[in-house]
């Protein structure tokens, strides 16, 4: 199993620019996420996902749009980027929460540069 | 308020000894999980150890336990005989069962680094 996964690993983006972060998880989770991060500031949630077809808001959504139209991918999407979306992106996923070990599991997450 | 609270924003330990790194939690759910989270300098998040809101005794990992006191609402994390591979940041972590367990909220993080 591969897990969590993130696509691209890297990418420098132009002021204005868009682009699609890709999120694919194989372990049949219902609860998928996408946080930033960035110094001093540790995670925040920008949307998540409590099952396919749906999304909800997080901390941090302005800027960012999302969808879910398969069970095992969740992407985040930036329409116009700016320089303050410049951070390190991790995507995870976890299973219903009354299960019992519901822990967690991150991608290895997404650097992302705006210029 | 803040959901998690991690007051320490660095440690410095000594290798082999043990360090305790400190968490503390807002919750009104009666079911909950605490989770705590390594990040290397290498940047990807590994989950370390859980605890449950209901269990009884402390869980403990190998060289990671965490000191579970409900009434006071903290989730310590201790370290036993501390690694150099043991500098890193880490994360307290919590999900509410009842209310809102469709997120989990984190602490800012503490950044530990072992001397050799």
């Known amino acids: 199993n591969a897990g969590v996964t993130q696509t691209p690993k890297f990418r420098v983006l132009k002021t204005g620019q868009s682009m699609t972060l890709l999120c694919a998880q194989d372990m049949n989770h219902e609860y998928m996420y996408w946080y930033r991060q960035d110094p001093g500031m540790g995670l925040r949630l920008i949307h998540y996902?409590?099952?396919?077809?749906?999304?909800a808001k997080g901390e941090v959504p302005d800027g960012y749009n999302v969808s879910r139209l398969k069970k095992q991918n969740f992407l985040l999407g930036l329409e116009s980027a700016a320089p303050s979306q410049t951070s390190v992106y991790f995507c995870?996923?976890?299973?219903?929460?009354?299960?019992?070990?519901?822990?967690?599991?991150f991608g290895p997450g997404t650097r992302l540069t705006v210029l | 308020a803040q959901k998690i609270t991690q007051t320490q924003p660095g440690m410095f330990v000594q290798e082999k000894e043990a360090v305790t790194l400190d968490c503390t939690y807002d919750t009104s759910d009666q079911s909950y999980g605490l989770f705590w989270y390594k990040q290397p300098s290498s940047g990807e998040m590994i989950f370390l150890i859980y605890q449950g809101s209901y269990d009884e005794q402390n869980a403990t990992e190998g060289r990671y336990s965490l000191n579970f006191q409900k009434a006071r609402k903290s989730a310590n994390l201790v370290i036993s005989a501390s690694q150099l591979g043991d500098s890193a940041m880490y994360f307290c972590?919590?999900?509410?069962?009842?209310?809102?367990?469709?997120?989990?909220?984190f602490g800012t993080g503490t950044s530990l680094t072992v001397i050799p």
């Open positions: 972590a919590m999900r509410e069962i009842e209310n809102t367990g469709n997120q989990f909220y």
């Open positions: 995870a996923s976890s299973p219903d929460r009354s299960e019992p070990y519901n822990e967690q599991f």
């Open positions: 996902s409590v099952g396919e077809g749906t999304t």
